[in-house]
Structure formats: C-alpha cells, structure tokens
Nanobody
Framework: QVQLIESGGGPVHQGDSLSVVCAAS????????MGWFRQTPDNERDFVGA????????YYGASVKGRVSISRDDAKNMLYLQMNTLRPEDTAIYYC???????????????????WGRGTQVTVSS
C-alpha cells in the first residue's frame, strides 16, 4: 500500500524557518520524482518545488524560490522541504507527491503525479 505521510507543520511566526518532511512507503522511492505542493481553501494546488528521482535536479515555484530547499534521502525513503523566511502568505496545507520517473519535466503540474499525501498544515502569523 502506497503511503506518503507529511509531518512537521505547525504554527510559526513571520521570518521563522520550518522543515516539513514526507515519509514514503509502498513503492520504490528511488524511482520516483517527488514534489511539494501547497493549497489554501481559496486556491488551487500551488507548486512549491520538486526533485528528480536521482536528486540531480530541483525546481522551485516562483513564490518560494530562494527561500526553500528540497532534498531527499533514498536510504530512508524521506523527502524534505526546508522553508526559510516564512511569510503569512505561505500559510497553507503542504502536500508531498510522487511521480514515476519520467523524461518529461512538468514537475510543476499536479496532474503529473501518481500519489499524494494527506498534507500538513503550516500557519505563519505576522
């Protein structure tokens, strides 16, 4: 059974840093590109960033570029999202997602992903 379980969210203050993690199981993690998305009640799922299956490339959304970093540990089947200089507009539910490795680099598109976690809430107060 495929599982993606996010954790590490919570309430923080503007300017703080936060690390969110995703624990993967039930599939061959090292063969999957991994992504982070976020969503608020009023918006569509927004691309935060992604990392290719081999960790050779990372991509970031415009709204977070320069403030976040994505990494993975294939030995532990873990995906990480380090967020710095958080802003109130970063408040959202953060989801991790998995896509079987592909030469097509549309990692910003939610429809590309095969599996999704249930998300973890991040709330940034001013």
């Amino acid at each position: 059974q495929v599982q993606l379980i996010e954790s590490g969210g919570g309430p923080v203050h503007q300017g703080d840093s936060l690390s969110v993690v995703c624990a993967a199981s039930g599939f061959t993690f090292s063969r999957y590109d991994m992504g982070w998305f976020r969503q608020t009640p009023d918006n569509e799922r927004d691309f935060v960033g992604a990392i290719t299956f081999d960790g050779s490339r990372t991509y970031y959304g415009a709204s977070v570029k320069g403030r976040v970093s994505i990494s993975r540990d294939d030995a532990k089947n873990m995906l990480y999202l380090q967020m710095n200089t958080l802003r109130p507009e970063d408040t959202a539910i953060y989801y991790c997602a998995a896509r079987y490795m592909s030469p097509v680099q549309r990692l910003y598109a939610p429809g590309e992903y095969d599996y999704w976690g249930r998300g973890t809430q991040v709330t940034v107060s001013s």
